[in-house]
């Protein structure tokens, strides 16, 4: 049994019903990965609970990039989750963890997760099996190209590199990579996630208007629409990563959760 059967056989009762694409992404042998992916589509719960995997079951140094601290925060959030269902699953199941901080966790096996903000002086010369860069379309500023030239040693020795995101314009290095043929990629539109019915996609449409539902979940890369008073760009340098915002896909599968526990009751 490889190693990614043998993580599809731990979620399975973690993440029940797991989706295609999911395990297209648990099974990926490359070391570079881009996704394009709809929003709600449980690609971060995934990345949380395959790093937590990777680090407390193989000994692997896991690190998990966000756009902002409250982003790289929810993630920790998602490990949390995790740590809990296996304890819940599993009889005397003991995490082993040797230290623990705000955003990271140390592991007697010698592995560890790290779930950081966007900063390339706290990553720059992190060496690390698995590098996650989630909403990398998101590190704005120039902040994705200081990003990759802090992580590019763990590149240069073997590590593996997910590079996340919806799309957001096209002048970043997420829009880059995508079109880079070169790159195995995947695509994950809103029709691929049984989630989604359609009068709920339909809500969401009437809610976001036709351009932003297409980018933010239709997978296109908007740049300057034409009529648009503002360019897209300079909106795009003006948003403030830590702004808050309903995580629909957190309340899913927490209700989903609650719902649950209490047909057990």
């Not at 990926?28 to 709600?40: D, F, G, P, V």
Request: with cysteine.
């Amino acid at each position: 049994m490889n190693n990614s059967e043998v993580y599809l056989k731990i979620m399975q009762p973690l993440i029940p019903n797991l989706y295609q694409y999911q395990i297209k992404i648990i099974q990926n042998k490359t070391n570079q990965l881009i996704i394009n992916k709809s929003r709600q589509t449980g690609i971060s719960y995934l990345v949380a609970c395959l790093a937590l995997l990777k680090a407390s079951g193989e000994g692997k140094t896991e690190l998990i990039i966000s756009p902002s601290l409250r982003q790289s925060k929810h993630m920790m959030d998602y490990i949390y989750h995790f740590m809990n269902k296996l304890r819940e699953k599993i009889s005397d199941f003991d995490m082993n963890i040797k230290e623990e901080t705000k955003t990271s966790f140390i592991f007697n096996n010698g592995g560890s997760l790290h779930s950081l903000p966007n900063s390339a002086n706290t990553i720059r010369g992190f060496k690390a099996d698995d590098i996650y860069i989630d909403e990398f379309a998101h590190f704005t500023n120039n902040t994705d190209r200081e990003i990759i030239e802090a992580i590019t040693p763990s590149l240069t020795r073997g590590g593996n590199i997910y590079y996340i995101s919806t799309p957001f314009g096209s002048q970043n290095l997420f829009y880059d990579y995508w079109h880079n043929k070169d790159m195995k990629r995947i695509l994950i539109n809103w029709k691929d996630c049984p989630d989604f019915k359609p009068e709920t996609i339909e809500q969401i449409k009437q809610t976001l208007g036709e351009d932003a539902f297409q980018q933010e979940y239709n997978n296109q890369f908007l740049s300057d629409i034409e009529g648009q008073e503002f360019p897209f760009e300079l909106i795009q340098r003006c948003i403030d990563p830590e702004l808050e915002y309903n995580d629909l896909e957190k309340r899913r599968h927490i209700s989903a959760e609650r719902i649950s526990a209490e047909s057990r009751i």
